[in-house]
């Protein structure tokens, strides 16, 4: 079974449209994240939830929302999308609310978003 | 974040070991030394992670300078499975804390 699962896989999408990425855990963890990878490969943290509840919000445009329902899934919406959104996005979670120092963490297989 | 620096870039052939340095000489004494590594159109995974004491699992050992200001994370036999990009990562508890990647060092293996 799937311990991080990401849907779609790919996405192909035109600038100004909406779209979401969502993200499932089935591994009990408390904490989800959303991370960006860009062309040049470097993977930067976008958000954190712990217990549906927003942690970490790098700075990140306001066109990016993430939303929560329960603590096993993390979904992420963006508006308006732009050229520049072009990015592999992954999710990942976590086993505990104490932060990443003991806690592995356990990544999707990615959303490659391509914004024409 | 305390900052690593590990080089671009490495080279081993299969079925030899691999030592992939990591420099880490602003850690502080609650920072964890956390290994990921990400292959060909996958997400990072973990790898390894320790504090002060060396460590082993099924993938492969780290192994942390008295000093904590350098790590080596061992891979005993390289397989052609392990050509990936590995990425050494400081990070501490607290709620707020996360990973943050640098551009990790780039391992091919060959036959």
């Known amino acids: 079974d799937t311990a991080v699962s990401q849907t779609p896989k790919y996405l192909v999408t035109q600038m100004g449209n909406d779209k979401s990425i969502k993200c499932e855990q089935n591994?009990?963890?408390?904490?989800m994240y959303w991370y960006k990878q860009d062309s040049k490969k470097f993977l930067k943290i976008m958000f954190s939830y712990n217990n549906k509840e927003l942690i970490i919000n790098e700075t990140v445009p306001n066109r990016f929302s993430p939303k929560s329902p329960d603590k096993a899934h993390l979904n992420l919406h963006i508006n308006s999308l732009e050229l520049g959104d072009s990015a592999v996005y992954f999710c990942a979670s976590s086993p505990k609310s104490t932060g990443t120092g003991n806690s592995p963490l356990h990544f999707g297989n990615g959303t490659r978003l391509t914004v024409t | 974040d305390a900052k690593t620096t590990q080089p671009n870039s490495m080279e081993s052939n299969e079925e030899e070991p691999v030592h992939l340095p990591c420099n880490h000489s602003?850690?502080?004494?609650?920072?964890?030394i956390h290994w990921y590594r990400q292959l060909p159109s996958q997400g990072p995974e973990y790898v390894i992670h320790?504090?002060?004491s060396n460590v082993n699992n099924r993938m492969a050992s780290l192994a942390i300078a008295e000093d904590r200001k350098s790590s080596t994370l061992i891979l005993h036999r390289a397989t052609l499975r392990d050509a990936a990009v590995y990425y050494c990562i400081l990070t501490n508890t607290g709620t707020a804390s996360k990973l943050t990647f640098g551009t990790g060092t780039r391992l091919q293996v060959t036959l």
């Open positions: 320790g504090l002060t």
């Open positions: 591994l009990g963890h408390d904490t």
């Open positions: 602003t850690i502080s004494g609650t920072d964890y």
